[in-house]
């Protein structure tokens, strides 16, 4: 069974800084990269960030220069360092596995996401 928990999501103001955490526990084999995705109210989830195994990084354009996400593969953990946040990054932040492997089953991957958490950024 694999789980992803968020954390760290909390009412800021803009102009401040959040950082979101993601703890992948299970007994995996191998992921091929984690994401950060959020959605607002009557908004389509979007792309934040994402990170594969081998440490390559793309951001939506909103967040680039702004938003950094990092991993701890010894911890299995997955944060997002959001700064300079805008009401307009106001969301439900999830995060997601991509192609996760466990040790029962490597031959088969699936995507697996949190249960997200919420940002609120005030003006």
């Known amino acids: 069974q694999v789980q992803l928990e968020e954390s760290g999501g909390g009412l800021v103001q803009a102009g401040g800084s959040l950082r979101l955490s993601c703890l992948i526990s299970?007994?995996?084999?191998?992921?091929?990269?984690v994401g950060w995705y959020r959605q607002a109210p009557g908004k389509q989830r979007e792309l934040v960030a994402r990170?594969?195994?081998?440490?390559?990084?793309n951001y939506g354009d909103s967040v680039k220069g702004r938003f950094t996400i990092q991993q701890d593969d010894a911890k299995r953990i997955v944060y997002l360092q959001m700064n300079i946040l805008k009401p307009e990054d106001t969301a439900v932040y999830y995060c997601?596995?991509?192609?996760?492997?466990?040790?029962?089953?490597?031959?088969?991957?699936?995507?697996?996401w949190g249960q997200g958490t919420q940002v609120t950024v005030s003006s």
């Open positions: 997601r596995a991509d192609r996760v492997a466990t040790v029962f089953e490597p031959e088969f991957e699936y995507d697996y």
């Open positions: 299970g007994s995996i084999f191998s992921i091929d990269a």
């Open positions: 990170i594969s195994n081998s440490g390559s990084t």
